[in-house]
């Protein structure tokens, strides 16, 4: 490449048609999952106090919720269930329960909309006292106990529609069972979205306000199974074993502090996804509600990020917002 004056980096970006034409990422709708909060009851809107704009739904409410954004293109839905503490025991047996909560709102979802993929969490955490993803005795997380719990929930969520079981609890050998578990419930179509680099993050702060899981894990941490945020190397290992052991797509979370996982387990070719998670949400809401920030410009850029990084799709609590607005031609 010539140097200046022959090279003039500023002409393809001196208009908009020009800026548009060597752009080299974009966001569309295709690429958003919107996660969405469920509880009991009938018209129920309960707003998260720490995340602006977010609510746990009752189902029917839910229900109308996900029909608009599968008008707006959304592919696909998050569901995570918000249990009443006083149906939470020590091995989170509600898990598995036909009739739970998260099992009727899938039920509920797929009749209405049929064309939006719902993926559903496999991990006990919002089912267990003590707020932790598997079992627990005497303080330890004990791996192949857990493991045993999860093939019931992820079949129990499988037959009750779900399209895509997403192990979010970062036990090792987790994939493998869980595909086998399908696979012998004659479940072969069932998709897997590991949540295969998942780190032991502060940035899920929000989300355990609103799954109520903050109160019930307390002083505790996931750090025993959720990763250090320092490593890299960890995570390509992680990703790897749950490709070898049947994974369909894998998720990088958080997301924006992890933009270089996202880029490094791009290269390894799987369908890889990342979440932009509940405190990264939450602190571009209250940035802009400060007026520090210009809320839809960070939304949009923070998004455009993770396609640049290399992700397939994003899961964020943005996505109807952003879907509304690509609608609208803005
Ligand atoms: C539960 C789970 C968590 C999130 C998704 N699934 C929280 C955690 O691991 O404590 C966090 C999502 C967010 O912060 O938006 N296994």
């Not at 455009?304 to 109807?320: E, H, P, T, W």
Request: with cysteine.
């Amino acid at each position: 490449m010539p140097a200046f004056p022959a090279t003039r980096m500023r002409r393809n970006r001196q208009t908009d048609w020009s800026r548009r034409l060597v752009r080299e990422n974009s966001l569309s709708v295709d690429d958003l999952i919107w996660p969405i909060f469920v509880v009991e009851g009938q018209g129920v809107v309960e707003a998260v106090p720490s995340m602006p704009g977010v609510a746990r739904l009752s189902i029917d409410v839910a229900v109308e919720r996900v029909a608009e954004a599968a008008s707006l293109g959304i592919p696909a839905v998050a569901v995570f269930p918000v249990l009443d503490p006083a149906l939470k025991t020590e091995g989170g047996e509600r898990a598995w329960d036909p009739d739970n909560l998260v099992c009727r709102a899938v039920r509920a979802i797929k009749a209405s909309s049929p064309q939006v993929g719902v993926i559903c969490d496999v991990a006990l955490d919002p089912f267990t006292s003590h707020g932790q993803d598997g079992i627990v005795r005497d303080g330890v997380i004990l791996n192949d106990e857990t493991l045993t719990a999860l093939r019931l929930q992820a079949v129990c969520q499988a037959a009750a529609g779900c399209d895509v079981v997403a192990p979010s609890d970062m036990m090792d050998g987790r994939i493998g069972a869980v595909r086998a578990a399908l696979d012998a419930a004659n479940l072969q179509n069932t998709q897997i979205l590991s949540y295969a680099a998942k780190y032991a993050s502060a940035f899920y702060g929000p989300f355990r306000d609103a799954v109520g899981s903050k109160a019930a894990l307390g002083a505790a941490d996931k750090r025993t199974y959720q990763m250090d945020p320092g490593n890299v190397q960890e995570a390509l290992r992680e990703v790897q074993l749950d490709l070898d052991e049947g994974a369909d797509m894998v998720m990088v979370k958080p997301g924006m502090p992890y933009l270089d996982v996202v880029r490094a387990v791009s290269g390894l070719g799987a369908p890889t996804f990342a979440y932009q998670v509940s405190g990264e949400y939450s602190m571009m809401h209250a940035a802009a509600q400060q007026g520090w920030l210009d809320l839809r410009r960070v939304r949009d850029e923070s998004l455009l990020a993770f396609k640049r990084a290399g992700a397939q799709a994003v899961l964020s609590y943005f996505a109807v917002d952003v879907a509304r607005d690509l609608a609208a031609g803005r």
